[in-house]
């Protein structure tokens, strides 16, 4: 997380939303993989790809150490993609959702 930020909270929001939108542009998971290699160390693609097992694995509804078992993440990130999951801003839930519906669709 930065330290200073040159840019106003209004600036910020903007440039988010820029990245939101430039990733609404990518039309297959092709295309995400290099947009995400590009924008991302792959330290950070792992962290964003071990969280995304986890939710999966949470809506299979296994326990936590189970889950730390199969993927190595932390027991404490677990807890938190829990918490998000199930009390955070829907994101992780609508996804999970419509990518199952992708599967099975």
């Not at 199930?86 to 419509?98: E, P, V």
Request: proline share 4%.
């Amino acid at each position: 997380m930065k330290l200073h930020r040159p840019l106003s909270p209004r600036q910020e929001a903007l440039t988010e939303r820029s990245l939101y939108q430039a990733i609404l542009t990518l039309k297959s998971a092709d295309e995400c993989r290099a947009f995400f290699r590009d924008l991302c160390t792959p330290a950070e693609l792992q962290a964003l790809a071990d969280r995304w097992a986890v939710v999966e694995l949470l809506r299979q509804q296994l326990p936590y150490r189970e889950i730390h078992r199969l993927t190595g993440v932390s027991v404490t990130t677990i807890g938190r993609v829990a918490r998000y999951l199930s009390a955070g801003n829907g994101g992780y839930a609508l996804a999970a959702t419509r990518a199952q519906e992708h599967r099975h669709g």
